[in-house]
């Protein structure tokens, strides 16, 4: 079964600080993968997504992930974290034979000044 | 890009009352939509899919009757909870695509309240 791992549970970050949030997932073959962010009391906004290809991808707001078959990771990283980063972070997966998204448990990040 | 419209943002229904929520693709056509159910500081659990024009696919331990969707076109899917209890108060998220390989389009999603 496909499942979606997002080992921390809370993160806290000084502002400027480099950042990277973990991700590992369950399936038999390469999926669709997607990170959100989730404001509070937000919908979730997509910051980027691997289907194939270049396996370092390029999102919104200076976010990046590497997708690591070896692995079974796909880790979120920035190299700077603003105060406006501060928010609930979900790496998700999709199978490429459907349209059902699997989503981690999420991570919460607080950035201290 | 593609925008999903959820509404309402926020609702407050007595204990008993039913409640209707609605999801609208406003610029693309989505063949399936989605709902999900998510409580505070954990993630989002799939509730159901929906297909135009055919009956919603319920996930294990949902309850149809309680929980009812009705996708009648390719812009609109509502999520009607009926009888609401308190427990039942969270926050209800819809998502839309069109295909399995774009991203899905999420609402803004609705705080439902019963008291």
């Known amino acids: 079964a496909q499942s979606v791992t997002q080992p921390d549970i809370h993160i806290t970050v000084s502002e400027g600080a480099s950042l990277e949030l973990r991700c590992n997932y369950s399936?038999?073959?390469?999926?669709?993968l997607f990170w959100y962010v989730q404001s509070p009391g937000q919908g979730l906004q997509l910051l980027l997504k691997y289907f194939s290809g270049d396996t370092l991808v390029q999102g919104i707001k200076g976010f990046e992930a590497e997708f690591k078959r070896s692995q079974s990771s796909f880790n979120l990283r920035k190299p700077s974290v603003h105060w406006s980063d501060a928010a609930e972070y979900f790496c998700a997966v999709v199978t490429n034979t459907g349209n059902q998204f699997y989503f981690g448990t999420g991570t919460s990040l607080t950035v201290i000044p | 890009g593609a925008v999903v419209s959820q509404h309402p943002s926020w609702v407050i229904c007595k204990s008993g009352t039913s409640v209707k929520i609605e999801c609208r693709s406003l610029d693309f056509q989505a063949t399936t939509m989605f709902w999900y159910r998510q409580f505070p500081k954990q993630s989002l659990m799939l509730m159901a899919t929906?297909?135009?024009?055919?009956?919603?696919?319920?996930e294990q331990g949902v309850e149809k009757d309680k929980f009812l969707i009705n996708h009648a076109s390719l812009t609109l899917s509502t999520l009607t909870v009926t009888s609401a209890h308190p427990e039942d108060s969270s926050f209800y998220i819809c998502?839309?695509?069109?295909?399995?390989?774009?991203?899905?389009?999420f609402g803004n999603g609705t705080r439902l309240t019963v008291t």
């Open positions: 929906s297909n135009e024009g055919s009956k919603a696919t319920y």
């Open positions: 399936y038999g073959a390469t999926p669709y």
């Open positions: 998502s839309a695509s069109g295909t399995a390989s774009s991203p899905l389009h």
